[in-house]
């Protein structure tokens, strides 16, 4: 709060002026109501509105000498400005804070920490267009917001509620065409009770069919793999005994003296019986007719294959494919 006005030489005035918070200047003319305030708004901005601004044009407006001095007590700190005239006629400004002299910037900057106070002036606000009233009145009450950018953030609000309209009236759509289908709907007979406990009753059976499902998969697969196993088992039994029997008789045809194997056919008709030396029996020939004695238990199938072809030489079979075929088989078997 402003308590005190100074002025020294000012429109050919001294005087220091208490003020309160509500102070109103009464008198007549010329005894210094206007130099009073007019004192106090060159102190603080520096110039008086609607006059000149230069130091020379202050001086020589408001000063009744070389020197005049103005200023005011802001919170228990005293601020001047002095505008006085050089040797060489030039007008310089100094500025004061409690009696020592200081540089403007620091004037302005701890005048601002006090607050910045400002001055109205009624009928140069008067005077003003509209947007001037405006943001001269949004100077001396700052909103602490910036202002600069206020239409930008009128405009990006109006976009906002724009978009916000839009989605209102799809919203409004969509419960319509929700609402239009519902009354279409066809609901099932009986109560919601029911209905829900028909629903859990198929989805209890959906569940049993899935469980059945899962375990003739598993079934099925326990088959397949069961298949395998016998299959690879079967196999490997198989290559085992044939690898066995095939030695077997190889041993045993071992044993088949060489002549046997080389003789030439017997004559078609041939009736004589051949004796095989205890490993096969009997062969007896006769013409038109062939008898044939099995062997004992104890001598190899693979044996037969001999005497089925003696057999065959006896009846004068002696290109046939069998015929062929037993001989490839024992001859390889020496």
Known sequence: MITELTARDFKGLNFTQPVTKKTIFLGKNGV??????????????????????????????????????????????????????????????????????????????TLGAKGNPKIFDLSLFLELSSQKCINYIMSLYPCGEDLSGLDTMIETQKKNINTMEDKARTTEKAAAVLTANRAAMQLPAGSLAETIAEIEKTEKEIETAQADLNEAKLQKAKEDQKKEITAAVTEKVTKE??????????????????????????????????????????????????????????????????????????????VCAARMIIKKELRGMR
């Open 241 to 318: 005994v044939t690898e066995k029997v095939s030695k077997q008789f190889v041993d045993e045809a071992a044993s088949i003296p060489k002549e046997v194997f080389d003789r030439p056919p017997l004559p078609a008709g041939g009736a004589s019986v051949i004796h095989t030396t205890g490993v096969f029996p009997e062969l007896e020939l006769k013409p038109g007719k062939v008898i044939f004695t099995p062997p004992p238990e104890n001598v190899s199938s693979k044996l037969f294959l001999y005497n089925i072809l003696t057999a065959m030489d006896a009846a004068g079979c002696e």
């Open 32 to 109: 210094g109501k206007s130099a009073r305030t007019q004192a106090l708004t060159l102190a603080l901005l520096g110039y008086i509105p609607g006059n000149g601004k230069t130091n020379d044009e202050i001086l020589s407006s408001f000063g009744s000498s070389d020197v005049v001095v103005v200023g005011f007590t802001l919170d228990g700190t005293k601020f001047e400005r002095a505008w006085g005239r050089t040797a060489n006629g030039s007008v310089k400004e100094a500025f004061k804070v409690d009696g020592t002299k200081i540089s403007k910037e620091t004037f302005v900057s």
